[in-house]
């Protein structure tokens, strides 16, 4: 039989709802980690994430603190767990968490836990209020964009970009508007949500495509998977998809790495015009919700990401399948209540 | 005219285009006219063959091959460059 080394990976997101975050994604991939016994940890802000208790993908899930308490709290948290765990590699998963867990990652390979993360530049280059001067720079084709802090600056705005046009929330949300009254509206609503500032973007026509990639902090590209959304949620997220053949996508990714050096995982939404400009619409700094697609496809991105994290070399991939495709569904889970009553009692499981 | 090289077309007349995504579903006839362009058949070898496999007169054949013709170039799914 053969002798596998045990490691332990912590993921967070395991939000699988509507608007799922990736962890669940990600614990499937990283437990096809060959050649190794791997055990999940699952690191969850609410009680109710279903990867909590989702057979087969946390061993273990424990509350974290939200982001908005600090990086101090999230600190004394991670240092109980570790305690108990002995964590080797944490990969966050969501954009909000990224910054917190960036600034404590000399402290958490202190303690053992290695991160593969981008560094704070690169995380703060693709940000959305820095990517349209990002995009020029590099000369990537990107929307014309103004970040705005009041809405009595929106028709200025859409006399230049005219409409439709896009208000887009700091973190997440964006909103297609025809006029200044449905502007105005969605302004309101997403600085509510999501607070100031509020970016109105150019509107571009044309096809969704993601791309999954993942950059070795060097230039190099160790995978890069496109994927064109066939089923798309009233909230934008993608419910099917197909991998794609088409090199300029992956030449796009590449070229993205090579000029950030790109370490970590990352997610290109791009908007392809009828005429084939790939426009820069996002760059998620993490693994987007439909990254196990990359491990159907033949290109293991969660598990590569652990082995880097660990510090072994890994050959970057070549091929993957074209038209894998993904379905994603929902399922209603029967749990007891105990289980929900200890994990919200005791923050673990 | 030929059809994209890299076009999957399954037994059942369903299309997948790889570059981006697009797939259609196709009737016998169209199969038939997608398979032949597949075989680097000629325009008019595959109206040949259409007249010989179905009950049709040569000028409906003209006249529906056209316009699949066109249906192709206008889903992206015919070579510009020869490929």
Not at chain 1, 74 to 85: A, S
Not at chain 1, 142 to 169: C, M, Q, W
Not at chain 1, 269 to 279: Q, S
Not at chain 1, 339 to 344: A, D, G, I, M, T
């Amino acid at each position: 039989m053969e002798n596998k080394k045990k490691i332990t990976v912590a993921v967070t997101g395991l939000n699988a709802v509507d608007s799922p975050g990736p962890g669940v994604a990600v614990a499937r991939g990283v437990r096809e980690l060959e050649g190794y016994d791997v055990r999940v940890i699952g690191l969850s802000y609410e009680a109710l994430e279903p990867g909590i208790y989702m057979e087969g993908i946390a061993d273990k899930t424990y509350q974290i603190p939200y982001p908005s308490a600090g990086s101090e709290s999230l600190m004394t948290r991670l240092e109980y767990i570790q305690e108990q765990e002995k964590i080797d590699v944490l990969i966050p998963n969501f954009d909000a968490e990224l910054y917190n867990f960036i600034k404590l990652s000399p402290k958490l390979k202190e303690m053992g836990i290695n991160t593969y993360m981008p560094t704070t530049e690169q995380f703060e280059a693709r940000d959305k209020v820095n990517l349209y001067a990002f995009c020029q720079k590099h000369g990537f084709y990107v929307p014309r964009d103004k970040t705005i802090y009041n809405a009595s600056e929106l028709p200025a705005v859409a006399a230049h970009f005219n409409y439709p046009l896009v208000v887009k929330g700091k973190y997440y949300e964006a909103v297609v508007c025809q006029t200044l009254d449905q502007a105005q509206k969605a302004f309101h609503k997403l600085e509510a949500k999501w607070g100031l500032p509020i970016i109105v973007q150019e509107y571009i026509s044309g096809t969704e495509i993601n791309v999954a990639a993942l950059g070795d902090g060097h230039g190099e590209t160790v995978s890069a998977v496109p994927m064109r959304k066939l089923f798309i949620t009233d909230k934008g997220k993608a419910w099917a998809g197909v991998t794609l053949e088409d090199s300029r996508l992956v030449k796009l990714a590449k070229d993205f790495i090579k000029v950030t050096n790109w370490r970590g995982g990352f997610e290109l939404e791009l908007m392809v015009t009828t005429d084939g400009r790939p426009y820069f619409m996002e760059i998620n700094p993490r693994f987007p919700a439909w990254i196990y697609l990359t491990v159907g496809a033949g290109q293991n991105q969660p598990a590569a990401l652990v082995r880097l994290a660990m510090g072994e070399k890994v050959k970057p991939y070549e091929t993957y399948e074209v038209g894998k495709t993904f379905i994603r569904y929902s399922w209603d889970m029967i749990i007891d209540i105990e289980q929900f009553q200890h994990f919200s009692a005791f923050g673990e499981n | 005219m030929k059809i994209l090289t890299n076009i999957a077309v399954s037994e059942s007349g369903y299309l997948f285009n790889p570059t981006n995504g697009d797939s259609f579903s196709s009737n016998l006839v169209a199969t038939d006219i997608i398979t032949l362009m597949k075989q680097n058949k000629t325009s008019d070898e595959i109206k040949k063959a259409l007249h010989a496999k179905y009950d049709v007169e040569k000028s409906t054949i003209e006249r529906d091959y056209d316009e699949f013709i066109q249906e192709l170039g206008d889903n992206y799914l015919l070579s510009t460059d020869g490929k």
